[in-house]
RNA sequence: UCCUCGGUAGCUCAGCGGCAGAGCAAUCGGCUGUUAACCGAUGGGUCGUAGGUUCGAAUCCUACCCGGGGAGCCA
């Protein structure tokens, strides 16, 4: 079979496309059809004068997602996406679509959720889960060259290990079982017999967020090294994220484009070192006087952006009265456009004040809120590693550091662009009178933990891991603003179909 | 759970107390180089649901349902 992504190997032959038709337009004698086939669009021009009666008639009866193939010449065309056209010779349709809902206008997003089962043939979300893909691919060639073996966590779990509030619920036979929110102490476990491993898999979190950043249901890959301390994690984090970056920019410049993605920050990713802060100096810079001056100049520039914006409005506005059809459907989109950007702009001045707030009278000891973590990494263009955690905010597993007993050798990777926590690790503690100590400081059952401790009984090792959000890793790389478009069938509050 | 914004034609929206509207989609017609094509015509409504105020409610009030964004929680 020939394939639209492999058109340029068949220039000035006749070849055979079967897919679906994307969009067409026709002009009396003369109609495009723009197919797509899975594997990218092609224009394909079919002039009455060129075909039977019966295909031109057929063509007639194309509408939105008709299947169909066709035969023609392939011819390269400057004017045609991807460069290549066909000029068709025949045509046969498998079936009409009849009203097909997504149109080529914009859509809403209850609208585009509730039929995301054709949804997925838009551009955008093709290109988004192709992205999706090349990195799933990254991940495992990434782990699979440094002899990490992939193993599998359950995912079932019979016994609530941190309290049961955002975990679902499940029967197991006559039992009650649990989804997993983690693979990571079975991570441990498999690290023990391999050494280097990873779990790759879904996870599942009853929490009730409705945010960009959440699903109930997503994937984690999560590897676990026996041997290797905090900095080594750290190490190995970093260079994994390189790796996908720079895999997804060789790669898939097509699909980035199609998203319309700016590359430019994705670039230093791949080519400049993280910076790496502990949390205290991370908490240093949020009271700082420069992060309350970055904020003031924050609302300065947005507030002269509304002027500018407001500006261009009224002077398109002007033009509308005496503007062609086309020119007032083109001010018409773009004052829309303006709206919303206004409305963004407002949310944001309504919310600085908040963030400068928290930001300012943060205590040492509290967690990061979301605008927290948005803050810091506001004068990076590269992801930011923080170590070094107050361990009363992190898990009970978690080493302290022998420098500061109040300090957990933890590790978040904070994604720039305002995407957020994209991994969390840490070095995991190795002692297993200590490990029995801070279950029951946590108030955690002990019995429940007998194996896991078993792995600190016979032949205990310094060991270290982390886990990926593989939603939130490819809503950064697409530069989506929502994760419900990194995943085929996104699982969230409110959301079980289709 | 809380805060906030929204629900009007198949879709995206305007209308905000006095005749239910536009663009796209659909249907019919025109056009041999279109790029969300264009031009002309036609059909299309439980204004989220229930109650209330009013001579009169899509518009005002109350409750509920559904959705967006955010807080908490988190990857």
């Given amino acids: ?127 988004a889960m192709r992205v999706r893909n090349e990195i799933i691919y990254a991940i495992h060639t990434f782990f699979q060259e440094r002899g990490f073996v992939q193993m599998d966590a359950p995912i079932f779990t019979g016994n609530a290990a941190e309290g049961t509030t955002n975990l679902f619920e499940t029967e197991y036979f006559d039992d009650q079982a649990y989804l997993t ?46 041997f290797y301390d905090l900095d080594m994690n750290m190490d190995l984090a970093e260079d994994f994220i390189k790796f996908i970056v720079k895999r997804v920019l060789d790669r898939r410049p097509k699909e980035l484009e199609i998203l319309e993605r700016d590359t430019s920050k994705l670039q230093k990713t791949a080519e400049e070192g993280f910076p790496r802060i502990s949390y205290t100096e991370a908490v240093e810079q949020l009271k700082s006087d420069d992060m309350a001056a970055m904020l003031d100049q924050m609302v300065a520039d947005r507030k002269q952006e509304v002027e500018e914006l407001k500006e261009e409005r009224e002077e398109i506005e002007k033009e509308r009265g005496q503007a062609k059809k086309w020119r007032k459907a083109q001010i018409d989109e773009r004052v829309i456009e303006i709206g919303k950007r206004l409305d963004e702009i407002e949310e944001n001045l309504r919310n600085i004040p908040d963030w ?99 792995l600190r009984q016979y032949g205990s090792v310094p060991h270290s891991g982390f886990g990926l959000g593989l939603e939130r890793t490819v809503a950064w790389l697409c530069g989506l603003d929502h994760v419900r478009e990194t995943i085929p069938f996104p699982r969230m509050m409110g959301r079980l179909t289709p």
């Fill in 1 to 127: 079979m020939v394939y639209i992504s492999n058109l340029s190997d068949h220039v000035d032959e006749e070849v055979t496309l079967k897919g679906w038709v994307y969009n067409y337009r026709s002009s009396g004698s003369l109609y495009f059809v723009e197919m797509r086939d899975g594997s990218g669009i092609c224009q394909c021009v079919v002039a009455q004068d060129a075909v039977s009666e019966d295909a031109w008639e057929q063509t007639e009866a194309l509408r939105q997602e008709t299947s169909l193939e066709i035969t023609g010449k392939v011819v390269e065309d400057e004017r045609s996406i991807g460069g290549h056209e066909l000029q068709v010779s025949d045509l046969n349709i498998y079936q009409v679509a009849e009203d097909y809902p997504i149109t080529p206008k914009e859509h809403g997003v209850e609208f585009l959720m509730e039929n995301r089962h054709l949804w997925l043939r838009s551009q955008k979300q093709w290109a």
């Fill in 181 to 226: 929110q983690s693979g990571q102490l079975y991570g441990e476990a498999m690290a023990m017999a391999h050494g280097l491993i990873y779990t790759f898999g879904p996870t599942f979190r009853a929490e009730k967020s409705k945010t960009r950043r959440h699903l109930t249901e997503f994937w984690m890959i999560e590897p676990e090294m026996a």
């Fill in 356 to 454: 400068r707030e928290s930001a300012l009278n943060f205590e040492w000891g509290q967690d990061f809120g979301g605008s927290d973590e948005t803050l810091l990494t506001m004068k990076y263009d590269t992801p930011v590693l923080v170590h070094r955690f107050p361990a009363a905010i992190k898990a009970f597993y978690m080493k302290r550091d022998p420098e500061n007993e109040k300090l957990a050798l933890a590790c978040d990777m904070l994604a720039p662009e305002g995407y957020g926590e994209i991994i969390g690790g840490s070095e995991r503690e190795e002692d297993l009178e200590t490990l029995r100590k801070r279950i029951n400081e946590h108030g955690l059952d002990e019995d429940i933990f007998s194996w896991y401790m078993d």
